[in-house]
């Protein structure tokens, strides 16, 4: 397994931005899909936005199309994930998570096989 460590939660008024960081371990993270979901109190985790290590292409969940933006630093083994125009209900424990096989649809949480420990972002109304 990979190691994910996530940072750039915390408490943010409505209309602002926070970014998110996620560092891995390992030196093949270049050729990693990554995505990031999200947990709400009392609901599933959630996709919430994904990228290719092959071609750069980005994917949002519809929630958060654009207001979110995925991103990576290969050099820096870091994915971010830009969050602007926030509103109460993103308000969540959100998750980096690597896939090294390829194996699924990158909306589907069991594509991927190494996940952060989260970070709380609390959005206030």
């Known amino acids: 397994q990979v190691q994910l460590v996530e940072s750039g939660g915390g408490l943010v008024q409505a209309g602002g931005s926070l970014r998110l960081s996620c560092v891995a371990s390992g030196r093949t993270f270049s050729r990693y899909n990554m995505g990031w979901f999200r947990q709400a109190p009392g609901k599933e985790r959630e996709f919430v936005a994904a990228?290719?290590?092959?071609?750069?292409?980005?994917y949002y969940a519809d929630s958060v199309k654009g207001r979110f933006t995925i991103s990576r630093d290969n050099a820096k083994n870091t994915v971010y994930l830009q969050m602007n125009s926030l509103k109460p209900e993103d308000t969540a424990v959100y998750y980096c998570?690597?896939?090294?096989?390829?194996?699924?649809?990158?909306?589907?949480?069991?594509?991927?096989?190494?996940w952060g420990q989260g970070t709380q972002v609390t959005v206030s109304s």
């Open positions: 990228i290719r290590w092959s071609s750069g292409s980005t």
């Open positions: 998570a690597a896939d090294r096989n390829y194996s699924g649809s990158y909306y589907y949480r069991g594509t991927y096989d190494s």
